[in-house]
């Protein structure tokens, strides 16, 4: 009589060299040790970085402000004076002159160097042929140093051999002092700013043009929008935020302007062109008051940061 056998169980042979198996919670511990070393890395190529903005940009600002409540001459121990410097900076004739002068400057510099800009963005985005080319012509100002473009402006504005001038002459037009006059000195020193400032900006609104869907134009075209109306309804709205993106960054821009009263007019005449940043240059190298310098630094600087965070508040878009 022949008793029943159980089937022989196959058995897989394990792979050679995996050993015994492993215990478990081995395989979180494997991702967590490679996670920790991957953020290690990354952390270690950016300190690098943070420590170049740390020593050249965050320290020096934090020292101003140190040295604004010193009076300080080098080669000397720094004396602690409180407010002396605030307050000798706020009494200074030049104070509100610099101040209003940066004020005016910064407003001419919203109605000419926003608006035309902008203007020569739609015009280039309507080209057929050629867009390279003037696309060019438009940045090339941005590629020249300043101070050469203020000199090519100084040049230009002379009043009697100045290529303006000459200009106006040549048509039969009035001429002007530009430059040598009071009345004309900051609005030449915006159009100088403008022209040599505008080529970035004009690229940025362009691509900002050109990621606008053709199907809105399309709507607005068979409701029977004219060229305005598609600006207004259409092209306004879809770059409202590089608009006030763009804004921004030039009302902080402006507000420093330093170059071109330094270079083409010196902060004249009769002080028409002091702004608050060439002021702080007189009281530094000028006057040799480091206190008053960083002074008045810090005032621009507080103003400066109450204004973006006043003005990024007002203009956040929920979606």
Not at 16 to 38: E, F, Q, V, W
Not at 79 to 105: I, L, R, S
């Amino acid at each position: 009589m022949k008793t029943a056998q159980a089937p022989a169980r196959s058995v897989r042979a394990a792979p050679p060299g995996t050993g015994a198996p492993r215990p478990a919670g081995h395989g979180s511990a494997d991702r967590t040790r490679r996670a920790l070393i991957h953020h290690l890395r990354a952390y270690a190529f950016l300190i690098g970085g943070l420590i170049c903005f740390a020593l050249f940009s965050w320290y020096p600002a934090i020292r101003a402000i140190i040295i604004s409540f010193q009076k300080y001459i080098p080669g000397s121990d720094p004396e602690w004076v409180g407010f002396d410097n605030f307050t000798a900076v706020f009494n200074d004739p030049e104070f509100a002159t610099a101040w209003k002068n940066t004020a005016v400057f910064t407003g001419f510099a919203l109605l000419i160097g926003f608006a035309v800009p902008f203007l020569m963005a739609l015009v280039l985005n309507e080209l057929r042929h050629a867009k390279g080319f003037f696309r060019v012509v438009v940045y090339l100002p941005v590629m020249i140093p300043p101070v050469v473009s203020s000199l090519l402006w100084k040049w230009f504005y002379t009043p009697d051999s100045g290529l303006i001038n000459e200009v106006l002459r040549f048509l039969h037009l009035p001429t002007s002092n530009w430059i040598f006059s009071t009345d004309t000195s900051l609005i030449s020193l915006v159009i100088v700013a403008t022209w040599a400032n505008m080529g970035g900006t004009v690229l940025i609104y362009l691509a900002a043009l050109q990621g606008i869907p053709g199907e809105l134009y399309e709507a607005a075209e068979l409701d029977g929008a004219n060229i305005w109306q598609r600006v207004r309804h259409v092209t306004i709205p879809q770059t409202r935020f590089i608009m006030l993106m763009l804004m921004l960054l030039q009302i902080i821009a402006t507000m420093q302007v330093f170059t071109e009263p330094f270079v083409i007019t010196g902060g004249g005449p009769e002080s028409s062109t002091v702004t608050v940043l060439y002021l702080i240059y007189k009281y530094a190298f000028a006057y040799q008051n480091f206190g008053g310098a960083c002074a008045l630094s810090a005032m621009l600087l507080v103003l400066l940061s109450l204004f973006s965070a006043l003005y990024l508040r007002l203009t956040r878009t929920k979606d």
